[in-house]
């Protein structure tokens, strides 16, 4: 199998099976946003105690990309702690948008998401569930450095 197939069959399974759909009761910080290009819209909900991220859910709709990246995210953050999970951000932000070859990112199953680079239409699907978890990683300590 290629490495396309194989970034293919990543973000299919996510889109198909999401992990950490659904509400959060009691979030510390619900994100909702909406992509202007398409109308798609997400919620990210993040529950942190102290500085570490202990949960993360995301509710509604879009296109495959989108879920399938909301749906990888919710987990990658998932025992970070706010300044990791900033870390991570940034280096997503990067590789989604050509700046950071998927190799030298090292995102394991993230990198699924190099591939976007390509088209830049749906960089913006690619990073919809990210940009919210910047501004909740904002909201919970302050701005920051906006890496998104
Ligand atoms: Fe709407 Fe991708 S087309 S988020």
Redesign the pocket.
């Known amino acids: 199998m290629g490495l396309e197939d194989l970034y293919r069959d990543i973000l299919l399974d996510h889109y198909r099976s999401p992990r950490n759909r659904g509400p959060l009761e009691d979030a510390s910080v619900r994100i909702h946003l909406h992509?202007a290009?398409?109308?798609?819209e997400i919620e990210l909900a993040l529950k942190v105690q102290g500085d570490r991220i202990e949960q993360a859910r995301f509710s509604g709709r879009?296109?495959s990309?989108?879920q399938a990246s909301a749906s990888m995210l919710t987990e990658a953050v998932r025992g970070l702690t706010v300044e990791q999970a900033r870390e991570l951000l940034s280096r997503v932000a990067r590789m989604v948008r050509g700046e950071l070859p998927a190799e030298q990112a090292q995102l394991g199953e993230l990198e699924a998401l190099s591939g976007v680079s390509r088209f830049p239409v749906?960089v913006?699907?690619a990073l919809?569930a990210w940009e919210a978890l910047d501004k909740g990683l904002q909201q919970v300590e302050g701005p920051g450095p906006g890496a998104v």
């Open positions: 992509n290009l398409c109308g798609d879009g296109c990309i989108s749906r913006k699907c919809l």
